[in-house]
């Protein structure tokens, strides 16, 4: 992939997941119903639940692209990964945000150590570690090696996280959308949310090309400095 279809493809993406943006909050704000049982608070869910989901997806993109690293060794599947997991940290704050403010207007408190939330964070600290461990060594392979295992490992607490409703009691409440017998949500309300979904999955896309572009020029300028602090080979038989 060179650079020039990067860039173009990321200012593409982006101006086409901005656009879904600016719709999607006018969906929110003054198209979609209000919710009977927790009224204009639920309107949360469409910032919610979306940068949930492109958050695993980034973090699948990681364990991916790090899976495959691990194995071939290509430079540029690390990029891919670390950049993937940046936009991933990214969209799950925004989770850990919008989920307190939510919580405390419909439980009453900012936060409690119910299963989905406290697997949520652990998946935040969790990539932290990626990019601590990413700097843990001096030599920076090696680094990238031990980062790569906890991508992979990190995106095994994904699917926890989406079942951690059905296997423990919780105050979340049941899947709306993502069920086997088909969303259980007003049409209205599925359309806001697949166009809050489609457009931050946009954005994500786009940062994501920005950053996997950057980390590459990162790499080609180490890699510079590299080689003009290597030592100039002598020639044989000419006095230093």
């Not at 080689?227 to 002598?234: G, H, N």
Request: charged share 10%; glycine share 8%.
């Amino acid at each position: 992939m060179s650079l020039g279809f990067v860039k173009w493809g990321a200012l593409v993406l982006g101006l086409a997941g901005l656009a879904l943006t600016v719709l999607f909050h006018w969906q929110v704000f003054f198209w979609v119903p209000t919710e009977a049982s927790m009224g204009i608070v639920q309107r949360i869910f469409y910032i919610h639940l979306p940068a949930a989901w492109v958050a695993f997806f980034a973090f699948g993109i990681v364990a991916i692209c790090s899976a495959v690293y691990l194995w071939l060794g290509i430079e540029k599947l690390d990029h891919a990964a670390q950049a993937a997991a940046e936009g991933g940290m990214i969209f799950t704050t925004i989770v850990l945000t919008s989920g307190p403010l939510w919580a405390k207007l419909a439980w009453g408190t900012w936060w409690t150590w119910e299963p989905r939330l406290t697997l949520t964070l652990l998946l935040w600290f969790i990539y932290l570690g990626y990019f601590m461990v990413r700097n843990s060594t001096d030599v920076p392979e090696k680094g990238k090696k031990f980062a790569a295992v906890v991508g992979i490992v990190g995106a095994l607490n994904i699917p926890l996280i989406h079942l951690s409703v059905l296997w423990f009691r919780s105050l979340h409440p049941q899947p709306v959308v993502a069920r086997t017998d088909g969303p259980q949500l007003h049409p209205d309300m599925l359309t806001t949310v697949l166009t809050a979904l489609a457009a931050w999955t946009l954005v994500f896309l786009s940062l994501y090309l920005l950053r996997y572009g950057t980390a590459r020029l990162e790499a080609a300028a180490d890699r510079a400095v590299a080689a003009t602090r290597s030592p100039a080979p002598v020639r044989e038989g000419v006095a230093p």
